[in-house]
């Protein structure tokens, strides 16, 4: 049972350009969930969508930031205009709502994508 | 204050040692708790899940939740090399939104 992916594992990108970060759930799930790692701080939650929709965003910058989780195909998390202070790691997690061998606060988390802004 | 308190260690331990890890918490609206392993430069791994106060033993982790003191604890028997990680505690309201609120993590480090 694949766990969730994420891709690309690393991205390196000039300030002003645009980081485009996909995440696909683990089997089953239909919830995603991103969280920022910075240097030296805890996980911070970002963003919780479920398919088409978006639950809570209540973590995410007013500006540049903005994620979808299309009908078909992976969760996108899209950060435009990027500076240095976006460089960070980048962490998708996924839970299944209807699980029945957890429950479905369970979140399995994805190794990440590292974006590095120059 | 943080909502979520984690001393970030580091902690060394010899092999074999038990460990005990800690969190506190302030707000009394968390329901579910949770533990997760990271090693350097992965993704978090769930370790432990717990609902409410109580404990819960997995093998060699035993995850304890006390909500009177806002307080829950990881402990790790016989521990080994390969437990060496940052080990991060997480919390949830649940309901609608579950969004989990991290602690710093822990450092740990078990010595051969």
């Known amino acids: 049972n694949a766990g969730v992916m994420q891709n690309p594992r690393h991205l390196v990108r000039r300030r002003g350009q645009e980081a485009r970060l996909r995440c696909s759930p683990m089997k089953g799930h239909s919830h995603v969930y991103w969280y920022r790692q910075l240097p030296e701080e805890g996980l911070k939650f970002m963003v919780y969508l479920q398919k088409e929709n978006i639950i809570d965003e209540s973590g995410m910058p007013k500006e540049r930031f903005s994620a979808e989780f299309p009908k078909e195909g992976p969760s996108i998390l899209r950060i435009q205009q990027v500076v240095r202070g976006d460089s960070a790691a980048y962490f998708c997690a996924s839970s299944d709502p209807f699980s029945r061998t957890g429950t479905p606060y369970e979140q399995y988390f994805g190794p990440g994508t590292r974006l590095t802004v120059t | ?112």
Not at chain 2, 42 to 47: A, D, Q, S, V, W
Request: proline share 5%; charged share 20%; with cysteine.
């Open chain 2, 1 to 112: 204050q943080k909502e979520v308190e984690q001393d970030p260690g580091p902690l060394s331990v010899p092999e074999g040692a038990i460990v005990s890890l800690n969190c506190t918490y302030s707000n009394s609206a968390f329901q579910y708790f949770m533990w997760y392993r990271q090693y350097s430069r992965k993704g978090p791994e769930l370790l432990m899940y717990t609902y409410s106060s109580g404990n819960k033993e997995d093998g060699r982790f035993t995850a304890q939740v006390d909500k009177s003191s806002k307080y829950i604890s990881l402990f790790i028997r016989d521990s080994q090399p390969s437990d060496s990680a940052t080990y991060l505690c997480a919390m949830s309201y649940g309901g609608a939104t579950n969004k989990l609120i991290f602690g710093t993590g822990t450092l740990l480090a078990v010595q051969p």
